[in-house]
Nanobody
Framework: QVQLVESGGGLVQAGGSLRLSCAASGRNVGSYAMAWFRQAPGKEREFVAAMITMTFYAESVKGRFTISRDNAKNMVYLQMNSLKPEDTAIYYC??????????????????WGQGTQVTVSS
């Protein structure tokens, strides 16, 4: 089982930037898709971005957010620029259940971090 720990959340004004980090331990995740999801109060968890080598983004964040990874360090990052109040949510890091596959549904990601809060003020 993979353990994931997110960091880097916080309070930022609209238009600002944050960089989230996710550290994986327990297994090398280099061949697994890693993803970021978010969940706002009263809403379902939604896909934000994912990658193995190619990157995939939700339309709502495309052009503003960048996912990257450092396989040597077992880390994944989410650089968030031009933040909007509607980006406010708890952000979760996740690892896909199977190697070399990718998806956008939370159901195919079996390992999750505890989440980090991102709050964007207007």
């Amino acid at each position: 089982q993979v353990q994931l720990v997110e960091s880097g959340g916080g309070l930022v004004q609209a238009g600002g930037s944050l960089r989230l980090s996710c550290a994986a331990s327990g297994r090398n995740v280099g061949s697994y898709a890693m993803a970021w999801f978010r969940q706002a109060p009263g809403k379902e968890r939604e896909f934000v971005a994912a990658m193995i080598t190619m990157t995939f983004y939700a339309e709502s964040v495309k052009g503003r957010f960048t996912i990257s990874r450092d396989n040597a360090k077992n880390m994944v990052y989410l650089q968030m620029n031009s933040l909007k109040p509607e980006d406010t949510a708890i952000y979760y890091c996740a690892v896909h259940n199977k190697p070399l596959l990718i998806g956008r549904s939370p159901s195919v990601f079996g390992s999750w971090g505890q989440g980090t809060q991102v709050t964007v003020s207007s």
